[in-house]
């Protein structure tokens, strides 16, 4: 299906419905240039659960994409104030009458905060999503992220009209944008709400709801202290809970940063589900 935002971008989305329906609606929000496809198996297992799952593709990412991507520009930012707000506009409108919660993966999760209208959302989960300061890199990859987000990520934007994310196995091509502000935001440890490299207006103020932010042990990306460092951005939120989970105590060889939604994380799905029911 398509989602029109406000000025009229069209953004490509897909609507998983229930067989039984538990009354809840999940709006998922993808990471960072990864295509909403990548959610497909998890969103059938939430739909299989008795959830209506929305997802959807930023403009700029996957079918949201239409021209080539050095001829199209937009921001993280962006995806919250146009993106995320008609997402959350659309699956209010058509399913009013439902409790709406967002799971954002990564930059997912950090988006509903750009969001005027975040507060339809009565609970979000945060999957993996880090303040990206590289202060709070493990220690031994700080220099290296330093010296990416300082100069490598920028200059190539600059260079080629575009972030070729694919080289660095970072998921799909970023626009320029997209680069240049997670650069700048990363360079402290305020991030996105940095006095002069932060962005404003923002609401995560507004936010009122219930939040869980999920941590992995072996995520180098969103470290527990980068996921707790994060909350703390929705300062205002109703409750905060954090579980930061290591892989191998549930059986799982690894998660990382993005293998949450993997099959091979079906086992620990259900944990989520019970606690969006209650929230």
């Not at 490598?152 to 600059?158: F, G, K, Q």
């Not at 470290?223 to 205002?236: D, H, L």
Request: aromatic share 16%.
């Amino acid at each position: 299906m398509t989602i029109i935002a406000a000025d009229g971008y069209a953004l490509a989305a897909t609507q998983y419905t229930p067989h039984t329906d538990n009354g809840r609606v999940i709006l998922l929000n993808s990471g960072t240039g990864v295509k909403r496809g990548y959610y497909h198996k998890f969103a059938m297992f939430l739909a299989d659960e008795g959830f209506t799952v929305i997802t959807y593709d930023y403009r700029g990412i996957g079918d949201s994409l239409r021209v080539p991507i050095q001829d199209f520009d937009t921001s993280i930012s962006e995806w919250g104030e146009k993106d995320c707000v008609a997402a959350l506009d659309w699956t209010h409108e058509h399913f009013p009458d439902k409790k709406l919660t967002v799971v954002g993966h990564s930059a997912g999760g950090k988006i509903p905060g750009f969001a005027h209208n975040n507060a339809y959302i009565s609970s979000l989960v945060t999957i993996a999503v880090p303040n990206s300061y590289w202060g709070l890199w493990h220690w031994w990859g700080r220099r290296g992220y330093f010296m990416f987000v300082q100069f490598i990520m920028p200059a190539l934007s600059h260079l080629l009209s575009y972030f070729p994310s694919r080289f660095f196995g970072l998921g799909e091509n970023y626009p320029k944008g997209v680069a240049l502000e997670w650069s700048r935001w990363s360079r402290r440890r305020a991030y996105l709400l940095h006095p002069k490299r932060g962005h404003f207006p923002n609401y995560f103020d507004d936010f009122r709801g219930d939040v869980l932010a999920l941590s992995f042990a072996d995520d180098i990306v969103a470290t527990g202290v980068a996921a707790e460092a994060f909350m703390r951005f929705y300062a205002k939120a109703a409750s905060q809970t954090h579980w930061h989970i290591n892989p191998k105590e549930h059986g799982i060889k690894s998660i990382g940063h993005s293998g949450y939604f993997r099959e091979a994380c079906r086992p620990i799905w259900k944990q989520l589900t019970e606690w969006i029911l209650v929230h």
